[in-house]
T-cell receptor, first 114, second 108 residues
Framework: SAVISQKPSRDICQRGTSLTIQCQVD?????MFWYRQQPGQSLTLIAT?????????ESGFVIDKFPISRPNLTFSTLTVSNMSPEDSSIYLCSVEGIGNTEAFFGQGTRLTVV | GQQVMQIPQYQHVQEGEDFTTYCNSSTTLSNIQWYKQRPGGHPVFLIQ?????EVKKQKRLTFQFGEAKKNSSLHITATQTTDVGTYFC????????FGTGTSLTVIP
């Protein structure tokens, strides 16, 4: 199993600003992912954080809006840039979960943009 | 693109009643996983099914994977208040997709 520390757990931000969310894993993992979950909705994959190369973004998500860093196999950050109220959501980091392995999730970051 | 739908979206049951959620994929899946998310919490892995027609049990929970590997179900026998939460299936095909989820409320 993997223990994931994600922070901040919640934040209230002004529109037009940016917030960086951090995800620290207690062991080296190959696959790290960032999801968004609107209240009462399912999880939508934003991107796969690749170590040593640019993140792989899903349709509808772009690097300029959601820049991601993955400096090593235990750490990643997601930045929500130039925020608007539509970005208010829960953001979750996750490790593994592709193929035959289960996914582990951080506790999530509840973001409110005012 | 691949879609994974779940029904029902919401379910309210009296404590002690049974509950079933169904997961349907538009494409064939290599495997399917089930997760539970408590209110205010994050998804927690329950189980993975890989084989066509596979059935697995965890105490009061029974998981099935369809013969065509395009659908799955989770059945809870005699629900308890601790079963409250949203249940997601997640399928691996070309990519890994979470289903739309079923929110379960158990009335004491």
């Amino acid at each position: 199993s993997a223990v994931i520390s994600q922070k901040p757990s919640r934040d209230i931000c002004q529109r037009g600003t940016s917030l960086t969310i951090q995800c620290q894993v207690d062991s080296q993992v190959t696959m790290m992912f960032w999801y968004r979950q609107q209240p009462g909705q399912s999880l939508t994959l934003i991107a796969t954080a690749n170590q040593g190369s640019e993140a792989t973004y899903e349709s509808g998500f772009v690097i300029d809006k959601f820049p991601i860093s993955r400096p090593n196999l235990t750490f990643s950050t997601l930045t929500v840039s130039n925020m608007s109220p539509e970005d208010s959501s829960i953001y979750l980091c996750s490790v593994e979960g592709i193929g035959n392995t289960e996914a582990f999730f951080g506790q999530g970051t509840r973001l409110t943009v005012v | 693109g691949q879609q994974v739908m779940q029904i029902p979206q919401y379910q309210h049951v009296q404590e002690g009643e049974d509950f079933t959620t169904y997961c349907n994929s538009s494409t064939t899946l290599s495997n399917i996983q089930w997760y539970k998310q408590r209110p205010g919490g994050h998804p927690v892995f329950l189980i993975q099914l890989v084989k066509s027609g596979e059935v697995k049990k965890q105490k009061r929970l029974t998981f099935q994977f369809g013969e065509a590997k395009k659908n799955s179900s989770l059945h809870i026998t005699a629900t308890q208040t601790t079963d409250v939460g949203t249940y997601f299936c997640a399928g691996s095909g070309n990519q890994f997709y979470f289903g739309t989820g079923t929110s379960l409320t158990v009335i004491p």
